[in-house]
């Protein structure tokens, strides 16, 4: 019997737990005001990231998060992301996996689609 993997949702910005398993940043572009030390990454993985054509027409307008969520997942059907779903798809296999990004509300955010994604 699977089990569903253990992913979560978090900000790149708040400290790391030792609860957090394996760290990977999901977004595009590197978040501002913090170091590569600080942000205590496993990974960052710009290939699963939104397009940026896609992520400045969202702009993290709530009232869009349904149909960013539709456009973004036809985005990772795309073969060239394919790899890098399927990365984080074995990262979370058998492991925590906490799905960093630098949006302040990351209920509505790339990586709030890609948490769904891998649990299904």
Not at 27 to 52: F, H, M, Q, Y
Not at 74 to 90: F, I, Y
Request: proline content about 6%; glycine content about 2%.
């Amino acid at each position: 019997m699977a089990t569903t993997p253990d992913v979560r949702v978090r900000r790149v910005f708040d400290k790391a737990d030792d609860q957090d398993g394996v760290r990977v940043l999901v977004d595009r572009v590197w978040p501002r005001g913090i170091s590569k030390a600080k942000a205590a990454l496993n990974e960052w993985c710009t290939d699963v990231s939104p397009s940026t054509e896609l992520r400045k027409w969202y702009s993290h307008d709530p009232a869009k998060f349904e149909e960013f969520t539709r456009r973004y997942c036809a985005e990772l059907e795309d073969p060239e992301r394919a790899p890098a779903l399927q990365h984080l798809r074995e990262l979370a296999s058998g492991h925590r996996l906490t799905l960093l990004t630098a949006t302040k509300n990351p209920d509505i955010s790339q990586a709030a689609v890609l948490c769904d994604l891998l649990r299904r």
